[in-house]
């Protein structure tokens, strides 16, 4: 069994807690209050510093998965009903073009973030299980390399040798911050799944992409709405579904979830533009036979 399964994580149950209060923290941070950075980092939370990391991490792991599988699901899906309602097409070729990309899409999406995000990590460990052998069985090597790296980054070589001297003593963080340094690689958690991202961003591809086709078979059968106001309806639920997405985006990054839900929008807006526009020009153009 490789050294890489035996890595603790930083965040793991095990840490000791942090003297500070993220949220604390972050709010300081947002309202440019120094006196109280200072004092958020002085003191501990009532629930513990640890534990609010850990539950962040928790969430913000599968956020890029969330979003990602969401936005590609609902602007592909939509993308498709505007292309096939610019074109004339009767109402049951869009719901079939519909589905068919959603379910098909969805399916490519999750096994690809999956596979793509498995053959990272293996990556990942194989560079990590070649630095623990060279650091196990050469270890003077190693610690050159790193008061070199140290050197190229402005630290002269007596504080290189002390603090690469000193953090060899713990070869688990010393390894970890060599594959940070050296490679530029984040060691990630033992307990990290690759397929569970993969199953999040099909979830989120299902889920989002299904708003403009149930919207517009909920509403197919309303007497007198017609295609256009069924498109209408459609872009009124994938509008608000892209804000949510959005906004949730920009509640994970700590931005202004207003103005992230906004940058969604239009971009799912530019999108499904373009597309009706290609249906709509090419049943002008091309006339049926």
């Not at 969330?66 to 936005?71: A, D, K, P, T």
């Not at 999406?109 to 053959?119: H, N, P, Q, R, Y």
């Not at 603090?163 to 984040?186: C, G, Q, R, S, V």
Request: net charge negative; glycine share 8%.
């Amino acid at each position: 069994m490789s050294d890489y399964v035996n890595v603790p994580s930083p965040r793991g149950p095990e840490s000791p807690s942090l003297s500070r209060d993220l949220e604390l923290a972050k709010k300081a941070y947002k309202d440019g209050d120094l006196t109280a950075s200072i004092a958020a980092h002085t003191a501990k939370s009532k629930e513990g510093a640890a534990k609010q990391e850990a539950h962040a991490g928790e969430g913000s792991e599968y956020i890029k998965s969330l979003v990602f599988g969401g936005l590609d699901g609902i602007i592909t899906t939509f993308a498709i009903v505007s292309a096939a309602v610019g074109a004339s097409l009767g109402n049951k070729t869009v719901v079939v073009m519909g589905l068919a990309n959603l379910v098909a899409d969805a399916i490519s999406m999750g096994l690809g973030d999956a596979l793509s995000e498995k053959a990272e990590l293996d990556y990942i460990k194989r560079e990590y299980d070649r630095e623990a052998w060279e650091l196990k069985n050469h270890p003077e090597g190693e610690r050159t390399e790193m008061i070199e790296l140290y050197e190229e980054n402005g630290v002269s070589k007596q504080d290189a040798e002390m603090i690469i001297t000193t953090m060899a003593k713990y070869p688990d963080f010393f390894l970890k911050h060599m594959m940070n340094l050296e490679l530029e690689m984040m060691v990630p958690d033992p307990d990290d799944d690759p397929w569970k991202k993969g199953a999040v961003t099909f979830l989120a591809f299902v889920a989002f992409g299904a708003v403009p086709l149930l919207s517009f078979i909920a509403f197919s059968n309303v007497e007198g709405i017609g295609q256009d106001g069924l498109f209408l309806v459609c872009c009124v639920f994938t509008a608000t579904a892209i804000f949510a997405l959005g906004a949730v985006k920009g509640r994970f990054a700590q931005s202004n979830m207003i103005v992230s839900g906004a940058h969604m929008l239009l971009n799912g807006s530019l999108a499904a533009a373009s597309s009706y526009v290609i249906g709509w020009g090419l049943e002008v153009l091309v006339p049926d036979e």
